[in-house]
């Protein structure tokens, strides 16, 4: 299908708003009624038509306005954009990838055209047609990582792998689930999870690590993460936080279905040929609980999970204050019916109502 | 599946470089391009040689920004279990092979500002890789390059030749060697040091290198051992509730291949741990020959790497 780019907000008046498609594609993230870490991956090697999984970088009617708060972010703070110097091999290597991809999964969006190391990149809805010389960083207008994250959507990390470890020495984060590339430039695996409750104990980070290591060209991996945000902002960072923590105390139990948003990351890992480092886009899906509900099994699911999640998780997660509205609101959709295995939406298989 | 991702290829060119080694080019047969890759990586070719499957891993030695094409050069081993014999004495241009995806267990470091390379015998042909990827950063390098006689100097004139300044070769039998202590006494602060030859030469550079104080991040090496031909035993996978009885001549994870389990692995040398597997049973004596597992877990008797280690006893019961 046509994909119809939409002209919203992020911020300030808040217009953005899911289509009717895109709701029914939204990548709700729990398979079943409670919610524990797990190392929860799975090969990212497309999914079913018109799913979030179906492309290696999923582009969607969000696209053009997500670009413009990007570039919004940036002007205000260009520090959310970082590469160390042993890093630049890398940004071409992410280049590459998503040129690739992008111009072969839409055709009809994007196309590339390589003569040597002469390309001639074509951004259609962005309305770019530019010429440049693959690995000479004086043809583009910034690194190569950067050049081409400014017209993908989603965060991206690269990790340089040495060590037996994974270290942050590049990304481009400006939709991010407060954290701060700023903050964690450099660090290794270990140090930028130290926040994390829980999982440590549970020896998660030891085998998604080794995981990570292991992961090769031509086999790139995904799971899906989520946390909830009040209004549909993309830049939740601890830069901004005095903006928008004090959003969180604006929900009441009139607006609280259009205000709450799931928040849903779909991460997904890369092998990068040329550099041997890891890619990891981080790509945020948000949808209202008024969008939510229209699918029976997610309000039912929804309701379960948040009722049941551990205080530390919600806590983590930064809504243990609003928790008990939250369920107030969601336990009208929930009518005690059973639910089916998996993420998807499953309307035609509904139980019969009462 | 188990390994990397597989490329279907055929044998274009076979160049016999000297009395023990030969360099094998391939081009894939769906007329597609390569993936490029890091210099430095494997690739792990897969032969049929009757009944038994053959998975070999050898360094990629070609340009890496060469889609075109992908070459491997091999040294004949007459010692082993046949598997560069075969490649020697059985492989015609022409013939079909399966290769894997490249993967780089000796990768460089590119914070280094500079690559000192460290190399024997065939223990070359990662760096020439990873020399034509610096050559095209500007990087900064320099290779010290050991071998047994001018005859057996594989690449040695094409290296002299392109790089003579940043080339130094010492012959084995002219008894010129390295002078390790000052070589590396003398480097700039930034130098990172990759070792890749034969095991007493790994160890001797490293263990140099570590007495005069070098950061062990600064330190890489790649040392992919064969797995050795051993006495036959016996094993019992209990997951999938097969009893396997491992040759001679194969190692354990080729046993457990052969009976049609789906045994992961990535470098079938000991090296990368992606084999690891659990002992849950065993009465007998383990032939650890991996650098992968630490010492107490070779001593706990738990774990096994099957690409490279043995088992002696009577009974052995794995978790696969």
């Not at chain 1, 895109?22 to 398979?31: E, G």
């Not at chain 1, 690995?135 to 959507?153: H, N, S, V």
């Not at chain 1, 998604?208 to 031509?218: C, M, R, V």
């Amino acid at each position: 299908m046509t994909i119809q780019f939409k002209d919203e907000t992020f911020r300030d008046d808040y217009t953005f708003k899911n289509s009717e498609w895109a709701v029914k594609r939204f990548p709700f993230p729990f398979h079943e009624d409670s919610y524990m870490y797990s190392v929860n991956m799975e090969q990212h090697k497309g999914g079913p038509e018109g799913s979030i999984y179906e492309k290696r970088f999923d582009v969607d009617e969000h696209y053009i306005s997500e670009m413009r708060d990007r570039s919004e972010v940036l002007k205000d703070d260009p520090l959310r954009c970082q590469s160390l110097p042993h890093m630049t091999l890398a940004g071409w290597d992410l280049l590459e990838l998503i040129m690739i991809s992008k111009s072969e999964d839409y055709p009809d969006l994007f196309e590339l055209h390589r003569n040597g190391n002469n390309w001639r990149w074509i951004n259609k809805p962005m309305q770019i047609d530019h010429s440049f010389t693959f690995l000479d960083d004086a043809t583009l207008p910034y690194g190569p990582m950067e050049y081409i994250t400014r017209q993908t959507q989603g965060d991206f990390v690269i990790l340089d792998q040495r060590e037996s470890n994974l270290w942050m020495d590049a990304g481009m984060v400006t939709t991010q689930a407060d954290w701060s590339l700023d903050f964690d430039i450099g660090m290794n695996f270990f140090e930028w999870h130290a926040p994390v409750p829980k999982a440590h104990e549970m020896g998660i980070f030891t085998r998604a690590l080794k995981f990570l290591l292991n992961i090769q060209q031509g086999a790139p991996a995904r799971r899906l993460n989520w946390t909830m945000t009040v209004n549909p902002l993309l830049d939740t960072s601890p830069e901004n936080y005095h903006k928008w923590g004090v959003q969180k105390g604006t929900l009441n139990p009139k607006n609280i279905g259009e205000k709450q948003y799931l928040r849903v990351e779909l991460q997904t890992f890369f092998r990068l040929p040329r550099s041997n480092a890891l890619v990891f886009p981080i790509r945020c899906y948000l949808a209202s609980f008024d969008d939510l509900m229209t699918v029976p099994k997610w309000g039912r699911r929804l309701h379960r999970v948040i009722r049941d999640l551990p205080e530390e998780l919600a806590t983590y997660k930064g809504f243990i204050d609003n928790r008990p509205m939250m369920l107030d609101y969601l336990s009208q959709y929930d009518d005690g019916k059973p639910t089916s295995d998996g993420i998807w939406p499953d309307l035609q298989t509904e139980p019969a109502r009462d | 599946m188990s390994g990397a991702e597989k490329i279907n290829a055929k044998v274009s060119n076979i160049i016999k470089l000297n009395d023990l080694v030969t360099r094998f080019e391939f081009e894939r047969t769906d007329g597609q391009l390569f993936p490029t890759f890091s210099g430095g990586a494997h690739t792990v070719i897969e032969l049929k040689d009757g009944d038994l499957t053959r998975r070999n891993p050898y360094s990629l030695m070609s340009d890496p920004m060469d889609q075109d094409g992908y070459s491997i050069s091999v040294r004949r081993d007459d010692e082993g279990r046949g598997g560069s014999l075969f490649l020697h004495n059985n492989i015609k241009i022409g013939d079909d092979v399966v290769l894997s995806h490249p993967v780089n267990l000796f990768s460089l470091d590119l914070r280094a500002k500079k690559h000192l390379m460290i190399a024997g015998g065939i223990g070359i042909t990662p760096f020439l890789a990873q020399i034509k990827q610096l050559d095209r950063s500007h990087g900064n390098w320099e290779l010290h390059y050991s071998v047994r006689n001018q005859s057996l100097g594989t690449y040695v004139n094409d290296l002299m030749a392109m790089h003579p300044n940043d080339v130094n070769i010492y012959y084995d039998d002219e008894k010129n060697f390295i002078d390790i202590v000052n070589l590396l006494d003398g480097q700039p602060l930034g130098t990172h040091l990759y070792i890749c030859g034969p095991k007493g030469m790994i160890d001797w550079v490293v263990n140099e290198a570590s007495k005069l104080g070098w950061p062990n991040e600064t330190i890489h090496y790649e040392e992919f051992l064969a797995p050795k031909p051993g006495k036959p035993f016996q094993v019992k996978l209990s997951a999938s509730n097969k009893v396997v009885n491992v040759g001679e001549n194969e190692s354990l994870l080729e046993a457990i291949e052969r009976e049609g389990v789906d045994a992961p692995y990535l470098c079938r040398g000991g090296a990368c741990g992606q084999c690891e597997t659990s002992v849950i049973e065993a009465d007998g004596e383990f032939i650890h020959r991996d650098h992968w597992l630490e010492d107490d877990d070779k001593s706990s008797g738990k774990k096994i790497m099957p690409c490279v280690s043995r088992f002696d006893g009577k009974t052995l019961v794995l978790d696969r």
